[in-house]
Nanobody, 124 residues
Framework: QVQLVDSGGGLVQAGASLRLSCAASGRTLINYHLGWFRQAPGKEREFVAAFRRAGDYIVYADSVKGRSTISRDNAKNTVYLQMTGLKPEDTAVYSC?????????????????WGQGTQVTVSS
């Protein structure tokens, strides 16, 4: 079992930056494929960013490409999502996810474990 705890969200103005954190316990994250997803009110969960277990494949949604960086700190067993140039349309609850046998990193159903989510609100 892996427990994931998301943090780092907040209320910011457009153009600001945030670093979201996802701290894991129970198992080491190096054994998992990792992703970040977000869900805005009234919308379906949306892929944001992910990298495969070996770290050799990193992918971003077009909506955040160039403004976001996903990374992992093995010593802290934590995965991060650094976001810059935030826009009002980035407003959502952001959740990290971990999966041992992820086929499509963009597909939420492929992940086994989820953080509780952290709210990001961007004002214009």
């Amino acid at each position: 079992q892996v427990q994931l705890v998301d943090s780092g969200g907040g209320l910011v103005q457009a153009g600001a930056s945030l670093r979201l954190s996802c701290a894991a316990s129970g198992r080491t994250l190096i054994n998992y494929h990792l992703g970040w997803f977000r869900q805005a009110p009234g919308k379906e969960r949306e892929f944001v960013a992910a990298f495969r277990r070996a770290g050799d494949y990193i992918v971003y949604a077009d909506s955040v490409k160039g403004r976001s960086t996903i990374s992992r700190d093995n010593a802290k067993n934590t995965v991060y999502l650094q976001m810059t140039g935030l826009k009002p349309e980035d407003t959502a609850v952001y959740s990290c996810a971990a999966g041992a046998r992820v086929v499509d990193v963009r597909r939420p159903g492929d992940y086994d474990y989820w953080g509780q989510g952290t709210q990001v609100t961007v004002s214009s």
